[in-house]
C-alpha cells in the first residue's frame, strides 16, 4: 500500500500563472481532505471531497481555487491566478469512510512557491 | 461550526522529563480527538486518538484523556526523548465531518 500519494513535492509558479497539485488517495479509502499550512501555522481545511462530489468547501477561497475529484484518476486541487499569498504547503489526507470515523492519513504535502 | 484551541504553543522539557499538551473544543457533537505529530518538512502523522466513549488511552509513553463534560482533552508524553521534537497538533471531528486542528504545540526536547 503506497498511503497517499502527493505530486509535485515541490511546485514553484510565476504570479499569474495556475497551479494544480494532485492526490492520490490509500487505496479503499474514498474520502479526500485538503489542508493547506503556511510557514510556522497550522493545518487549516479547505475542502472535502468524495469521488465526484464535493461534501464540504467551506474552507476554500470563493476565487481562483477549485478542487475535484473524478470517478477515475486523482483528486485535484487547481488554483488559478497565483498570487504570493497562495505559497504554502497543501496537504491532502484520506480516510476510508464507512460507520466509522478514523484517523487521516496525510500525504507528504505539495509544497507550493510563488515567485 | 468548531473550533479547537491549544496549549501551550511552545513547551521545552528535559529530556526524561514529561510533556502535557491541553485542548479544548467547542461543538459538544465533536466525538473523536486523534493527535497528530509533525517533523520539520514532513507530513502529520498520528499518534493516537480517542473517542468519546473513552477517557483515557496509553500507548507505552503516550497517553490521551477526555473530559466530555468540560469539553478538553490532553496529550500526556512521559520519559521524553529528543526524538520526541516537533509540532504536535490536536484535532476534534464528528462523523461524516472534515477535522478541526489545534494551532499546534512545538514541543522541544532538551538533552
Known amino acids: 500500500n503506497a498511503g497517499v500519494m502527493q505530486n509535485p513535492r515541490h511546485l514553484v509558479r510565476r504570479r499569474g500563472q495556475e497551479a494544480r497539485l494532485r492526490c492520490s488517495p490509500m487505496k479503499g479509502h474514498s474520502h479526500v481532505y485538503w489542508y493547506r499550512q503556511l510557514p510556522e501555522e497550522g493545518l487549516k481545511f479547505m475542502v472535502y471531497l468524495q469521488k465526484e462530489n464535493i461534501i464540504d468547501e467551506s474552507g476554500m477561497p470563493k476565487e481562483r481555487f477549485s478542487a475535484e475529484f473524478p470517478k477515475e484518476g486523482p483528486s485535484i486541487l487547481r488554483i488559478q491566478q497565483v498570487v504570493r499569498g497562495d505559497s504554502a504547503a497543501y496537504f491532502c489526507a484520506s480516510s476510508p469512510g464507512g460507520d466509522s470515523i478514523r484517523g487521516y492519513t496525510f500525504g507528504s504535502g505539495t509544497r507550493l512557491t510563488v515567485v | 461550526g468548531e473550533n479547537v484551541e491549544q496549549h501551550p504553543s511552545t513547551l521545552s522539557v528535559q529530556e526524561g522529563d514529561s510533556a502535557v499538551i491541553k485542548c479544548t473544543y467547542s461543538d459538544s457533537a465533536s466525538n473523536y480527538f486523534p493527535w497528530y505529530k509533525q517533523e520539520l518538512g514532513k507530513r502529520p502523522q498520528l499518534i493516537i486518538d480517542i473517542r468519546s466513549n473513552v477517557g483515557e488511552k496509553k500507548d507505552q509513553r503516550i497517553a490521551v484523556t477526555l473530559n466530555k463534560t468540560a469539553k478538553h482533552f490532553s496529550l500526556h508524553i512521559t520519559e521524553t526523548q529528543p526524538e520526541d521534537s516537533a509540532v504536535y497538533f490536536c484535532?476534534?471531528?464528528?462523523?461524516?465531518?472534515?477535522?478541526?486542528f489545534g494551532p499546534g504545540t512545538r514541543l522541544s526536547v532538551l538533552p
Open positions: 484535532a476534534a471531528a464528528n462523523y461524516g465531518q472534515n477535522f478541526v
